[in-house]
């Protein structure tokens, strides 16, 4: 217990059995004391950022999904418009990329 927790080099050591309980149950508590502080910090930046996401969707501010949903009625348009002007112009250019 003592090599796990780095408390120390083991010279002094106590010798009972309560003695031994009281000091591991120190050392448990030395480590968890400071590691539930911190998960404490982790747990309240996380919950600030969480926030900063929603907030996101409030107006005045960006909302990826909607400016996503107007892009690709503006690209669907944009498309329409090629497509049209092409149609007065003659045939279409063959398309050498797979899948279209």
Known sequence: MV???TV???DLTPVTVLGRTIATGLMVC???L?????SSVAS???ERGTAHDEDAGRPGRANPTTELGQLTKEVT????KIS???DAQGPP???ERAGE
């Open 34 to 38: 400071p590691s539930t502080g911190a």
């Open 84 to 86: 049209g002007s092409a």
């Open 3 to 5: 090599t796990i927790t």
């Open 77 to 80: 348009r944009l498309g329409a």
């Open 44 to 46: 309240w930046l996380f």
């Open 93 to 95: 250019l063959p398309r």
């Open 30 to 32: 030395g480590i968890a």
């Open 8 to 10: 120390g080099y083991g």
